[in-house]
């Protein structure tokens, strides 16, 4: 894989890594065997063990004091933490994305596929009785690149870009945010308000675009109709890991330390029985050899962190493999590993019940903000990559200038993601709305073929060829430039073994219908209605 990536630097077809085509062996040998990249962890004259960045000193020194921590908490430090997290720090010119970057998403290959994205936001608008009131959030918007075509494509489409009364953007990194309100609302100057930050918006003239830093502060309005965009945002939550181990191994009396203070399980006479244990991360025992400290060679670097199984259970062991029928299927299975982000499940429940109400009773004061609707409507896309309907294990994967590492070295300089689940995000809206249905997923390349992306690509390379309006990467003209939109569009339906159209999936969240009928989606098998 990377040797195809970098075959195709060298052919000049701008071939780089996305970080869905990181296969997953590689990401668990890095993480269990450690060749990583070229940095300067190593034990100084001193005595003292440098780190390779002060998130890596700051997360050793909190393992060292309060034990190890889960592969969440670690994912969620070295992702979004203040103190110099992958996407919240200030990059100084070694951008996140595109070529230069780490990564390449489909928005950044091709714009077509966020003009396709737009076309699937009105096809359901249309599909729904052309809502009076809408409003369009995306979370996890990267550089805003996807937005702007989505904003640009809607735009063509007058009454439904009427309709629109606010764009909300959730996004961790204040950096990003700027990034992106230098691109939608010619502006890097945003007003605070009270959920956010505010500019105007480019493409709906009038209107505004919100920045949140959480979707808990996207307002929900029973009047508004929200159509929520998540692509390749779910794959950056933090995950759980446990592992099905026999308890015999675990001592009778073991703790579980929560945070108001340990608690001693009972766990009755010791008959051998499987159980989950939870993988957590603590800095890796140091090393000091010259020879590898100062090797240029990428493979020699040994991981600063490492993963062990706790022997004691956490709360989330208890707790979090009881949640759905799959992870019970595999409590008699030894050695299973399971994934599991929590926070993934609550951001796409919060999704369906925009859509489609709340499932509690109406009376529950604690969900005063989520409305049960009685007219649902809106509509999620979710796109990522992750298999259909397997639970992920072994999936944590680093990645940094296109290639893979471990994800246990530079902590908040290299990018973590992990496979989505999509059948438990499916679950979850299933589970907290009574009023959606979940469609998909399916993969990436039948979605954007079924909205039509031949006809769209080779409309695209027809103007590329004589006007100078299309926008590629490179910023190239003519005949160069429409073979780019060429090369990007057969990229995001290729279907080869490591191809995006094969492991990127669609994934739809829409209002039920209900009397026993469904409407497929236009990308999951429906045609366009309304
Ligand atoms: N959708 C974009 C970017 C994907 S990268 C694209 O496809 O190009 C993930 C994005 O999610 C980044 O914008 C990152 O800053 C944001 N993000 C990651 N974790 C987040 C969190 N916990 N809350 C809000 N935003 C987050």
């Not at 989330?316 to 399971?338: G, M, W």
């Not at 060829?465 to 939109?485: C, L, N, Q, S, Y």
Request: some cysteine; aromatic content about 8%.
């Amino acid at each position: 894989m990377i040797l195809k990536t970098m075959r195709a630097h060298s052919l000049n077809y701008f071939r780089v890594a996305t970080r869905g085509r990181c296969s997953r062996p590689i990401a668990y040998l890095s993480a269990r065997y450690g060749y990583g990249i070229r940095w300067s962890s190593s034990s100084s004259g001193s005595g003292e063990r440098q780190w390779s960045t002060p998130l890596a000193k700051s997360l050793a020194e909190a393992i060292t004091t309060a034990g190890p921590v889960s592969v969440a908490s670690y994912m969620r430090q070295c992702l979004t933490s203040p103190n110099g997290g992958y996407y919240t720090r200030q990059t100084s010119g070694h951008d996140q994305f595109g070529a230069k970057g780490d990564f390449i998403t489909s928005p950044e290959i091709s714009q077509v596929f966020g003009e396709l994205v737009g076309i699937w936001l009105y096809t359901e608008w249309l599909a729904q009785g052309r809502r009076e009131r809408s409003q369009v959030i995306e979370v996890g918007p990267g550089r805003g690149t996807l937005m702007g075509d989505v904003l640009r494509t809607i735009s063509n489409f007058k009454p439904f870009s009427q309709s629109i009364d606010t764009v909300y953007l959730v996004e961790a990194s204040p950096h990003l945010r700027k990034q992106q309100a230098e691109l939608l609302s010619g502006t890097e100057d945003l007003r605070e308000v009270q959920n956010g930050w505010k500019a105007g918006c480019k493409y709906l003239p009038g209107r505004d675009i919100t920045w949140c830093e959480d979707i808990r502060f996207v307002p929900k309005d029973e009047t508004t109709t929200p159509f929520i965009l998540a692509h390749e945002f779910f794959d950056a939550l933090p995950i759980h890991v446990f592992q099905n181990t026999t308890s015999s191994t675990i001592p009778a009396a073991s703790k579980i330390i929560t945070p108001t203070g340990p608690i001693i399980p009972k766990y009755g006479p010791q008959v051998p029985r499987n159980q989950w244990h939870e993988l957590v991360v603590s800095p890796a025992p140091s090393f000091s050899d010259p020879d590898i400290i100062r090797s240029k060679d990428l493979k020699e670097q040994k991981p600063e962190f490492q993963l062990t199984v706790s022997k004691t259970p956490t709360p989330h062991s208890l707790y979090l493999p009881q949640t759905s029928e799959r992870y019970k299927a595999l409590a008699n299975t030894p050695d299973a590993v399971i994934e599991i982000s929590p926070e993934s499940l609550a951001y796409v429940a919060d999704f369906a019940i925009r859509i489609g109400g709340s499932n509690a009773p109406k009376s529950s004061p604690s969900l005063s903000s989520h409305p049960s609707s009685s007219h649902p409507s809106g509509a999620a896309l979710i796109l990522d990559y992750g298999p259909s309907s397997t639970i992920p294990a072994n999936t944590l994967r680093g990645i940094r200038s296109h290639q893979p590492v471990t994800p246990f070295l530079c902590a908040g300089e290299v990018d973590l993601s992990a496979d989505v689940d999509f059948l438990a995000l499916a679950e979850s809206a299933i589970r907290a709305s009574p009023g959606v249905e979940v469609h998909g997923p399916v993969e990436q390349a039948f979605f954007l073929r079924s909205l039509g992306i031949v006809e769209r690509a080779q409309r695209l390379a027809e103007v590329a060829r004589v006007a100078k309006e299309v926008r590629t990467e490179k910023g190239d003209e003519g005949d160069e430039m429409a073979k780019r939109v060429e090369t990007g569009w057969k990229r995001l339906v290729d279907r080869g073994p490591t191809g995006m159209g094969r492991i990127y999936k669609a994934m739809a969240i829409v209002p039920h219908i209900g009397s026993g009928k469904v409407r497929r989606p236009v990308g999951f098998g429906g045609d366009v209605v309304g």
